[in-house]
């Protein structure tokens, strides 16, 4: 259950900095 609970917002946290990371990328002078 615990490592679940690690594993899963882990995953989350990815997806947020990759979104992250493309927005940057599309700003201009990026």
């Given at each position: 259950m615990?490592?679940?609970l690690v594993i899963?917002?882990?995953f989350?946290?990815?997806e947020?900095?990759?979104k992250m990371l493309n927005?940057?990328?599309a700003?201009?002078?990026g």
């Amino acid at each position: 259950m615990l490592r679940a609970l690690v594993i899963i917002p882990t995953f989350n946290e990815i997806e947020n900095i990759e979104k992250m990371l493309n927005t940057v990328m599309a700003l201009p002078g990026g």
